[in-house]
């Protein structure tokens, strides 16, 4: 895998690491897609974790793979609420219209995208690689 994105989508359930009160939090999340050359996830503007990014845009994302491999993927974070991202969203995942019916029309629903980020690819046995990101 050379990008970032391909590790995801091969691996594809992911934690996020956010902060709130000075403490971490971390949970897992299962979508990520590329847009405007960006990687792109979404969330519900009801839940902590949006509070918590809004609040502290600097995030991480961590995967593994089955072969030993993790990913880890930091930098800040921005939000598109538009609804051209949020369509997209139900492109790629129409399972999330089992949670959000509406669909892109969900006011509630918002995507997030990284900014001034860095993706690095570890293993145990050969040193830490930069990835580009999609």
Do not use: H
């Not at 609804?83 to 997030?112: C, H, S, W």
Request: charged share 20%.
């Amino acid at each position: 895998m050379s990008t970032a994105y391909e590790y995801l989508k091969a691996n594809p359930v992911f934690f996020v690491a956010t902060v709130e009160n000075g403490k971490g939090r971390v949970r897992p999340f299962g979508f990520i897609m590329k847009r405007n050359n960006a990687l792109y996830m979404c969330t519900n503007t009801t839940k902590d974790v949006y509070k918590q990014m809004a609040a502290s845009p600097d995030i991480e994302i961590s995967a593994m793979g089955k072969d030993g491999t993790w990913l880890r993927v930091r930098g800040k974070v921005a939000f598109d609420a538009s609804r051209e991202a949020k369509a997209q969203v139900f492109v790629e995942m129409p399972d999330l219209l089992n949670i959000y019916p509406k669909g892109a029309d969900d006011e509630t629903v918002i995507t997030f995208y990284f900014v001034d980020v860095q993706a690095t690819l570890f293993s145990f046995t050969s040193a830490p690689q930069n990835l580009p990101l999609a």
